[in-house]
């Protein structure tokens, strides 16, 4: 069944107690066939110290019986937006719900770089709100780092469900395309996964553990942590990324090189197992019988799907700056 239109009733009603404080509707931006209402955007200050305000927009989905979903977007420095979504039967209820979350909470800013931070108030069912520690809980959705040059975003398409590792898309900020190693993240450690060229920039993915308020800060941690990682590479020449984690490098080379190795072992231990069948090697041949469960469990504990591969060697690049550096940048061994 067609749900009907929004009437001027309805938004009235609707709409009261965010009139209360100071949100009127912005009726050419709404859309009563969708029944959704949009509210004027107004400037909010950033801290009590204040600063330079920025702009906030509310927008109200009724087109769910007995369901709103009210979202707060965010336009902060640089540029950058955020995301806050509530939802629940009570309109006014969501708003009180989003006005406890600062703007500050969604955005970070250091050193030549700046993050915005998108969250959902909805935690699943059996996790108690009162033990996160604030009136309204926050799970995080989705994330921008904007740095020198890049643009990374995280989305994490299934927050409440354990074992999906976020999505990454590292693309530039309006610039050239530069030409970045495949483990420029990956060095961050084992929850990262390398970079996969595509038409755009490129991807990655980065593990998440837990359960969902764990993933959130996790998520969040990793954040400020590649945003810091980031400006610093993207502010030196590249020859300074490898002298900086060479070490971190050939630990990358070695975690690629997990799939191979374990055929290898698999392989080995097969050749071995005709000559270890005698009732005085009886421990270690039952033994081998489980190393190929064990190398295949580590093998499928990276971040991406098994590759038998050969790991390139990481090599110190000869180009001065990272967007001339095509063509260039695997010259010279590490």
């Known amino acids: 069944m067609t749900t009907p239109a929004l009437t001027h009733h309805d938004i009235v009603r609707l709409v009261e107690p965010f009139a209360r404080t100071g949100r009127p509707v912005d009726l050419a931006a709404s859309d009563r066939a969708a029944r959704r209402i949009v509210f004027r955007p107004r400037d909010v200050a950033p801290d009590p110290q204040g600063g330079s305000a920025w702009r906030e927009t509310l927008a109200l989905d009724c087109s769910r019986q007995g369901l709103f979903v009210l979202q707060r977007t965010l336009l902060g420095p640089g540029g950058a937006s955020a995301l806050l979504q509530a939802s629940g039967p ?11 979350v600062p703007p500050t909470r969604h955005f970070s800013v250091g050193p030549a770089w700046v993050i915005a931070r998108s969250y959902d108030t909805d935690l ?4 108690d709100p009162v033990r996160t520690g604030s009136a309204a809980p926050l799970v995080l959705t989705r994330a921008q780092v904007q740095v020198e040059g890049l643009t990374l975003s995280l989305l994490i398409n299934l927050p409440h469900l354990r ?7 590292l693309v530039p900020a309006g610039g050239p395309m530069p030409d970045l190693p495949e483990d420029l993240l990956a060095v961050l450690g084992w ?3 390398r970079l996969v060229r595509n038409e755009d920039g490129w991807t990655s993915k980065l593990r998440l553990r837990g359960r969902v308020l764990r993933r959130s800060r996790t998520a969040e941690a990793a954040l400020e942590r590649a945003a810091a990682h980031l400006a610093r590479v993207m502010a030196e020449p590249p020859q300074g990324f490898h002298d900086r984690h060479r070490l971190a490098r050939w630990g990358v080379v070695a975690r690629r090189g997990i799939p191979l190795i374990s055929i290898v072992l698999m392989v080995l231990g097969a050749l071995l197992l005709p000559s270890l069948t005698d009732a005085s090697n009886a421990g270690l041949w039952m033994a081998l019988h489980y190393v190929p469960i064990a190398l295949l469990a580590v093998a499928f504990s990276l971040q991406e799907l ?8 990481p090599r110190r690049a000869r180009s001065r700056q990272w967007t001339a550096a095509a063509g260039a940048g695997t010259d010279e061994p590490g």
Do not use: K
């Open 191 to 193: 929850d990262w996964a």
């Open 306 to 313: 098994p590759r038998i591969e050969i790991p390139p060697w």
């Open 90 to 100: 009570d309109a006014g209820e969501l708003l009180a719900r989003i006005d406890t």
């Open 163 to 169: 074992g999906v590792a976020a999505d990454i898309a």
């Open 124 to 127: 699943p069912h059996g996790v």
